[in-house]
């Protein structure tokens, strides 16, 4: 029997061991499909696999055991049933929000090395939702098991809080979420999946597993194409380029991306994203192709004086100097052009030596 996973001290789940084909866990994989690729490839990297304190695959296998209780144990089902009713909650938070007592129940098993107690499992249930804030310690425990509540449930506050968001695969912030949002109410939102698909891609960048990392970038692509609610697959695109910029290997899959990106873009952004390829190209000794980015930037985009800018500066950094400074002269001799600009311009071509007496007035 291929075991799914094992903890890093060498135990396992024991009487919770599942193979692969387990039927709550792959119901769960299925609603987490973030997770999927990085499962599929868990040999390599480590047991003790977290990104932003989260395992994902322990995530999904702790849901898929709750998922297995909801078919065969009444108790569980009716708190699943009354969670969404009572609470509001989707039927992937209510079953998480279950998950996390069980969690709690669990770690004293592996902790404790005590055997499960299914009927005290269900009895902690009845308490989400509770606040046991205000129970003094030596009342009888309010999920009715006759002992103390300080001998009892006191140490599952925290578990017993219930969140609209319980069950959300929270892999950090930063490329499609910058805050907790305040107005979704789904864990599955997919907002949250292609966040997190982005840090899966950088765990398994840092365990040097490239294909697996352009994978689950691909697999946002897909993902944020076809979501209807808001457009995300900018923002996907973009994060597949910056991936595919900085690697030798990914060179022609960066200039695809970039084209991509620059035929959904406009103005300004379109701009420098024609700029960034023209440099890539430059960088990679194909000056011609480079230049002619440029030149056919020059006609398209007549007003963004900041591309003649970083022309230049692309010409100085492969040795054409004198051409730099003839397009920087050129440059600050237009009228109307923006502040920024000027001035950039203006340090550029004291750097390489040319003349600047006539424009620094200007400034
Ligand atoms: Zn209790
Ligand atoms: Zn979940």
Partial sequence: MHKLFSFSNGEDLGEFSFTEDNKGFNTVLNEHPEVKTLFERRDRYPETLTINGVNPVLHVIFEGIIENQLQTEVGV???????????????HAARACIANVFLHDFSVVLTEHQPFDQEAFVRRLSLIGTDIAKLSRNDRCPCGSGAKFKRCCSPYAEAFIVSPLAGRMDLGFGSYIFDTPANIEDPLHPIFQLEARYHIAEYMDTHQDLDGAVNVLKENIAQAESYQGRDFSKNAWQDYMLFCQ?????????????????????GKDKGTLICDKADFLASKGNMETAEAEYTHLFTSLPTFYLSRYRYALM????????????VLTDLLTMKNFDNPTHEAALTLLGILGGDTSDFEFLC
């Fill in 77 to 91: 089902q009716e708190i699943y049933s009354k969670l969404q009713k009572e609470e509001n909650l989707t039927p």
């Fill in 246 to 266: 900085n690697r030798e290997q990914l060179a022609q899959e960066y200039l695809k991306a970039a084209d991509h990106l620059i035929s959904m873009t406009d």
């Fill in 315 to 326: 010409l100085s950094n492969n040795g054409r100097e004198d051409d730099a400074i003839k």
